[in-house]
């Protein structure tokens, strides 16, 4: 497992996550490339990178144009003004017509171009058409016959939706519309999506579109079996699917991540809560969502670190870091120097 120090850091200016094995690294004469968990340099070099996903990364070449390459570090032959990751499979990208279509992983091009696509998810795309209205197609191009306002993605086998009245609502996969309008809606998670009602408040369905019994001056969606909801005095807390709500009203929160969540307190200092509610001791200036048994937090000097799920605070601390990923984390030391710990 790559140590602390282990990667050559000579000509790199700054490292990036890692995703897929690779992490994205700035060079000194502002060019990027990747580098694998060794700390061994790919070949290229490249005015701009995305990560690496579902085994391509993104790379803008010095015309502009932007390209993808394989984990060998191979590039694939097509230019194009822009390119999105893959997503199960395809990939969207700009032709130099300014429409959008997709590659498959061998880069050959679908035959239907668009105003404006969104990557597959669920195993349809959302599009918009000529007459600017969205669609949805599936992986070998075919459209839905429904055409809306604007739309979402798939989740849990629903999409929203917005219909010409400027209400919204659900399809199904076949396209078929649940009975429910609403001021606004988002994607079911965990069996449950939220909706605003006539009268402003928020409230969440099931999968049968029928309405729970609570009404919320805002809510989020579903993470690990609870969501925050804004209750009437203005205060946060966290109800679980059942619709029973936690004990505890903070003036903002984060979504559950790995058993944990984020809470900012009446002092305006952030701390972590379990499952059951209980707070940890900690208290900070920022914390981000634990991710892969840790949380990266900001002290009151300012400096940064982790913390694990105990609630104890790792030794290293740091001007700057990014979140733990793939077992390491990218940290920024005292001199400005980027390097990655384990």
């Given at each position: ?167 919204w609502a659900f399809i199904d996969q076949k396209g078929n519309l649940q009975d429910g309008r609403y ?35 805002d809510a989020c969606s579903y993470h690990e079996g609870f969501v925050s909801v804004k209750l009437d ?110």
């Open positions: 497992m790559l140590k602390k120090g282990k990667v050559n850091m000579k000509g790199i200016k700054k490292i990036y996550k890692y995703r897929e094995g690779f992490a994205r690294v700035e060079l000194d004469d502002g060019y990027y490339a990747f580098i694998d968990q060794n700390g061994n340099l790919q070949d290229g070099r490249y005015k701009a990178v995305l990560n690496y996903h579902e085994g391509f990364a993104c790379v803008q070449l010095d015309d502009g144009k932007w390209s993808f390459i394989d984990r060998n570090g191979k590039l694939q032959d097509g230019r194009y003004n822009w390119v999105e990751d893959y997503s199960e499979g395809l990939a969207r990208v700009q032709l130099d017509d300014g429409k959008w279509a997709f590659i498959d992983q061998k880069g050959n091009l679908q035959d239907s171009r668009y105003l404006v696509a969104f990557s597959y998810h669920k195993g349809f795309a959302r599009v918009e058409l000529d007459d600017e209205k969205w669609a949805f197609i599936d992986r070998n191009g075919k459209l839905q016959d429904g055409r809306y306002l604007n739309a979402k993605d798939y989740s849990e086998g629903f999409a929203c939706v917005k219909l010409d009245d400027g209400k001021l606004v809606a988002f994607s079911y998670h965990k069996g449950f999506a939220s909706v605003k009602l006539e009268d402003g408040k928020w409230a969440f369905i099931d999968r049968n579109g029928k309405l729970q019994d609570g009404r919320y001056l005095d203005g205060k946060w807390a966290f109800m679980d699917r059942n619709g029973k709500l936690q004990d505890g009203r903070y003036k903002s929160v984060g979504d559950y991540s790995e058993c944990f969540a984020w809470v900012k307190l009446d002092d305006g200092k952030l701390a972590f809560i379990d499952r059951n509610g209980n707070l940890q001791d900690g208290r900070y200036v920022w914390a981000s969502d634990y991710s892969v048994g840790f949380a990266r937090v900001k002290l009151d000097d300012e400096k940064w670190t982790f913390v694990d799920r105990n609630g104890k605070l790792q030794p290293g601390i740091y001007k700057n870091a990014f979140d733990y990923c793939e077992g390491f984390a990218c940290v920024m030391l005292e001199d400005g120097k980027w390097t990655v710990v384990d």
